[in-house]
């Protein structure tokens, strides 16, 4: 039987940090070798969270998430065009999944494309 784990947090080095129970060790899991969003250039460009990444996108650009839920509101607000897909891989090679949004998505200026079936607002 496989004890019950707590994830307690993520460390300075991005791995994840928990509590394994009926087990006198803890567990530490390597996250993906890339931050969640990119955004798809020639030199790849990597951020923590999708406002990030929009704000230094620039006009015509795809910015890139894994396939994770992300927290908090994004505010599309700049005059500008960008495309975001989802659900990608941790090396950004393929889409494995559905990105998700657990709060608000406001557009307020510019135009924004959300890639059909990568994007879900919760």
Do not use: W
């Not at 300075?12 to 087990?23: D, F, I, K, P, T």
């Not at 006009?59 to 700049?78: C, K, R």
């Amino acid at each position: 039987m496989r004890p019950n784990t707590k994830i307690i947090g993520i460390n300075n080095n991005r791995e994840v940090v928990g509590l394994a129970y009926n087990s006198a060790r803890g567990f530490v899991a390597t996250l993906c070798s890339n931050l969640p969003v990119n955004i798809l250039s020639g030199t790849p460009l990597y951020y923590s969270n999708l406002q990030e990444a929009y704000d230094n996108a620039m006009d015509g650009e795809i910015i890139q998430a894994h396939d994770i839920i992300f927290t908090g509101e994004v505010y599309f607000d700049l005059d500008k065009s960008v495309i975001v897909a989802g659900g990608y891989d941790c090396e950004y090679t393929s889409i494995t999944g559905t990105s998700s949004v657990n709060g608000d998505i406001v557009i307020s200026d510019g135009t924004v494309i959300i890639q059909s079936g990568t994007f879900k607002v919760q």
